[in-house]
């Protein structure tokens, strides 16, 4: 039977406008009004996926329909937008970095990374189809004011760290693709066009939003396939390092970036949102199912096609770079410099290659991060803001900080690389601040209702946020230990920790819903030693 707090409230007449303003947010009802308010999707831009079959339910039916290869086509795209920030700049680089340093034996790493992030997105979709909400919207519900606001500001922050990678990233590719003619800071200007470009693409609906997408990653599939086949690298040594799991306290480092650069915490809130473009209605248990069948089917090929161009480039610099001198100081900056001095020109210069691969990863997830930044915000600050000045807010966002550290830390190679270095640590800082919201409200009954994930499920999505979490602590302690200096500093960065820490276990406690098992209980006992 269906839980009846899980289900939206029944539409009410067009003579209560507040009420319809509470109910714009969720899945489509006729009654919802249309044009610039906010809204995840509009009921007008939803794409319908019923009557592509011969099945017929009931509103109560819990019966699933049969497969179809038409509605998964129909299902297909949220997915693949998902899928572009494990394809982002920073990304690329940790897998180039990987390669040189590491060679060929962290790619059974990437490959179970690549797994643990499915498992967090499809949660994340699973959320989104359920409830009818995306997850920022569920957090405003869920948590008390002052925590909701730290919430928002730690995600904005993500947000904001991810898109100047990104940002960056699209600027050095222009730099390559134009010869060096156009500058970091005219790149940063170009790129942040990609603004007003996303809100034209919306305009022409979803699929043809989705349509410029598949673009973007075939050309990043097809550039780094081409490397690929160029640098011809190991089949043998390929497979062994798929197959056979190794690890040095030489390639820690790589290994726990491999790990990190998974879960983007600005991803998880988006998937929730984007799944909503699709007319399921969260009263029929059985479309329900439906839907998160057909997202569990195309976020998985979607992530398969991204696992496969982040093997392509960790391989073409395992290939290149491993155990040479260059292996230490390659980075996003460099790397086509070294990857023409490496295999020459030939019909289609390498370096150009590279670079156009980079623009499309870095244009694209530049816009996606626009996309995220209006949910978070519409969702977390309930606004009610036409579309073109949400878009230009998120957008200014990012780019102000962006041009100002394109001109700062244009000096040299050296200064980007130690930019990038902080920029991760600043993600992965805000990591908790996504999976431990998200996970709360999966595992709970009253919010998703029969689509309540089972104990199995918890524990093992569970202890992938707690692997995650810990490589990213290691991650942080590693830093701090090598960039904190002096007394003031190191007091600052205990008591920030500590304050980083207190919210974290104030986060797990508040859903008290942590499976049984010895990470819920030492958490709790923390969390009881800091309440005394």
């Not at 022409?204 to 550039?223: D, H, K, P």
């Not at 230490?328 to 289609?348: D, P, Q, R």
């Not at 900080?401 to 200064?415: G, Q, R, W, Y």
Request: aromatic share 10%; proline share 5%.
């Amino acid at each position: 039977m269906n839980n009846p707090s899980a289900s939206p409230p029944k539409p009410k007449p067009e003579s209560e406008p507040e009420s319809e303003e509470d109910d714009k947010h969720l899945l489509p009802i006729p009654q919802s009004p249309t044009g610039d308010k906010e809204a995840a999707y509009e009921t007008h831009q939803k794409i319908t996926i019923d009557g592509f079959d011969s099945f017929t339910d009931t509103p109560d039916s819990n019966k699933t329909p049969p497969f179809s290869w038409k509605k998964l086509w129909l299902f297909t795209g949220p997915g693949f937008l998902m899928s572009i920030a494990f394809l982002d700049p920073g990304n690329l680089e940790g897998d180039l970095q990987a390669g040189a340093i590491a060679g060929y034996s962290l790619l059974w790493l990437l490959m179970w990374a690549t797994l643990m992030g499915l498992l967090i997105q499809l949660l994340s979709a699973r959320v989104g189809v359920a409830t009818g909400k995306h997850l920022s919207e569920l957090c405003r519900e869920e948590y008390s004011k002052w925590t909701r606001l730290v919430l928002w500001v730690m995600a904005e922050v993500a947000l904001i760290g991810a898109d100047i990678q990104e940002v960056i990233g699209s600027a050095i590719a222009i730099q390559i693709i134009s010869n060096g003619v156009l500058p970091i800071w005219a790149g940063v200007v170009i790129t942040a066009s990609d603004c007003f470009m996303f809100l034209l693409l919306e305009n022409y609906g979803v699929r043809n939003l989705e349509a410029v997408f598949a673009v973007l990653i075939s050309t990043m599939g097809l550039s780094f396939a081409w490397m690929f086949a160029d640098a011809k690298p190991s089949g043998k040594e390929l497979l062994i390092g798929l197959l056979v799991p190794k690890l040095s306290s030489r390639t820690i480092r790589q290994a726990v970036g491999v790990v990190g650069c998974v879960i983007m915490p600005h991803n998880v809130f988006l998937h929730s949102a984007l799944v909503q473009s699709r007319k399921i209605d969260p009263n029929k248990i059985g479309r329900v199912q439906e839907a998160i069948n057909y997202y569990t089917i195309e976020s998985s090929i979607a992530l398969f096609v991204s696992f496969m161009i982040n093997l392509f480039v960790t391989t073409v610099f395992a290939k290149g770079f491993y155990n040479t001198k260059q292996a230490n100081t390659i980075g996003l900056v460099n790397a086509g410099e070294y990857l023409e001095n490496k295999y020459g020109g030939g019909f289609m210069p390498v370096l150009y290659i590279w670079g156009i691969g980079l623009l499309a990863a870095g244009q694209s997830s530049t816009i996606t991060g626009t996309y995220a930044g209006q949910f978070i915000m519409g969702g977390f600050l309930n606004l009610r803001l036409k579309k073109w000045l949400r878009a230009l807010i998120t957008r200014s966002c990012a780019i102000v900080p962006t041009m100002i550290v394109a001109l700062v830390f244009n000096k040299s190679e050296a200064s980007l690389d130690v930019l990038n270095e902080w920029l991760n640590v600043l993600q992965s800082i805000q990591i908790p601040f996504a999976l431990i919201p998200l996970l709360t409200l999966v595992s709970k009954e009253e919010i998703m209702g029969v689509s309540k994930i089972g104990p199995t499920l918890e524990k093992a999505a569970w202890s992938v946020a707690a692997l995650v979490m810990v490589i990213n602590g290691y991650l942080l302690l590693d830093f701090f230990i090598a960039e904190v200096n002096g007394f003031l500093f190191g007091s600052l960065a205990v008591t920030c920790t500590a304050a980083y820490v207190a919210f974290i276990l104030y986060l797990i406690n508040h859903g008290n819903c942590l499976p049984s098992t010895l990470f819920s209980h030492l958490v709790n006992k923390g969390y009881a030693y800091i309440g005394k």
